[in-house]
Structures are given as structure tokens and as C-alpha cells.
T-cell receptor, first 114, second 115 residues
């Protein structure tokens, strides 16, 4: 059973703080993703990684960075949090090999920036 | 780039009735169309998917149809039950020859099944 975990379910930070969101998967998946979920906008891809130390920008990378030092762990970093980054953040992972791979999501982190 | 639209944004049906959610995509190269269900407070989970070489796929009370010419695909839920209440996301993906298949999600449909 695939398990994707995120470091926090709820997080409250102040404007200008540096924020780290961590995601860990235990299925040896090569691909990992960070999404942002906002009402009416669906799931928007922030960054993804298909290998250790590799990263690619998604559709909304501005204001975010990522780090993947180990295969199982993918971190999302908000260098200087702003109120418009208040949102639900979802991590996901998938395997490589065949195409059309199911994405397995973490439980999400609801971030509030005051 | 790919754009996925989804309608309606909210849908209420009586228990036992059918529900239909429709999506359109813009990139004719898209060839994989998954549907995810997200119950309140829970993570999205894949419920069914369809590939571009198939016009229809069914799994118990859930079916998906794909019209490649019109770039439309739809989710059909029959005999709806209260546990079908959730947000449903359609998505489109281009199966690349690289390791990653970029998935673009629609904005979601909030389905409420009224007992």
C-alpha cells in the first residue's frame, strides 16, 4: 500500500517567514510533485522532480523552490511567505517505467500566512 | 500548453439518480485521461482512467467516455449513493517518451448526493 506523508496537516506562518513543507513516500517512486489546491482552481502544479537532485518548474513556480536530496523525500520551500500563498498544498508521487502512471497523494498541508 | 475545463462546478442529485461530469481539453496530443475523487478532508484518489485508444470504460457504477474528435471526455455515475458525494477532478496527460507524464487537472466538480 502506497504511503505518502506530509510533515504537517496545518501550519500557520507570518509574512516574510521561510517555510518548509516536507513530503515522504515509501514506495520507491521516482516522480514526486507539489501541487497547490485552491477552490475553483483545481490542482495546480508548482514543481516536480523525476530523479534525485532533479527538478522542473510546473505551472506556478513563482515564490517557491524545491529540494530533492533523497529519492523518498521532496521538500517545498517558501523563501519569504506571503498572504497569497495561503492555500492547501498537496504532495504526490508516481512510478516511472510505463506511461499513464497513477499519482498517489499525501494528506495535504493547509498553510495559513498571516 | 494543455488546458482542461470541467463542468459543472457544482452538482446536486437525488440518491439513485445519475450524475454526469464533462471535461474538455485543448491539446490534441493528450492521450491519457484519469479521474480523481476527493472526499471532504481527504486526499485525491484515482477512481478510473481512460486511454486515447479506447472510447469507453466502465467499472461497476462508474463509466468514462472519450470523444477524441471533439476533445471531450465525461464521467458517468449511475445509481448514486451518499458516499459518492465528493469533489471530482478530471485530468489530461500527454504520455511523453521521457520519465514524466505531465498531468493537467480540471478545476473540479463538487457532487452532492441527497438522501
Amino acid at each position: 500500500d502506497v504511503k505518502v506523508t506530509q510533515s504537517s496537516r496545518y501550519l500557520v506562518k507570518r509574512t516574510g517567514e521561510k517555510v518548509f513543507l516536507e513530503c515522504v513516500q515509501d514506495m520507491d517512486h521516482e516522480n514526486m510533485f507539489w501541487y497547490r489546491q485552491d477552490p475553483g482552481l483545481g490542482l495546480r502544479l508548482i514543481y516536480f522532480s523525476y530523479d534525485v537532485k532533479m527538478k522542473e518548474k510546473g505551472d506556478i513556480p513563482e515564490g517557491y523552490s524545491v529540494s530533492r536530496e533523497k529519492k523518498e523525500r521532496f521538500s517545498l520551500i517558501l523563501e519569504s511567505a506571503s498572504t497569497n500563498q495561503t492555500s492547501m498544498y498537496l504532495c504526490a508521487s508516481s512510478s516511472q517505467g510505463a506511461s499513464y502512471n497513477e499519482q498517489f497523494f499525501g494528506p495535504g498541508t493547509r498553510l495559513t500566512v498571516l | 500548453g494543455e488546458n482542461v475545463e470541467q463542468h459543472p462546478s457544482t452538482l446536486s442529485v437525488q440518491e439513485g439518480d445519475s450524475a454526469v461530469i464533462k471535461c474538455t481539453y485543448s491539446d490534441s496530443a493528450s492521450n491519457y485521461f484519469p479521474w480523481y475523487k476527493q472526499e471532504l478532508g481527504k486526499r485525491p484518489q484515482l477512481i478510473i482512467d481512460i486511454r486515447s485508444n479506447v472510447g469507453e470504460k466502465k467499472d461497476q457504477r462508474i463509466a468514462v467516455t472519450l470523444n477524441k474528435t471533439a476533445k471531450h471526455f465525461s464521467l458517468h455515475i449511475t445509481e448514486t449513493q451518499p458516499e459518492d458525494s465528493a469533489v471530482y477532478f478530471c485530468a489530461a496527460s500527454i504520455g511523453l517518451k521521457t520519465s514524466y507524464d505531465k498531468v493537467i487537472f480540471g478545476p473540479g466538480t463538487s457532487l452532492s448526493v441527497i438522501p
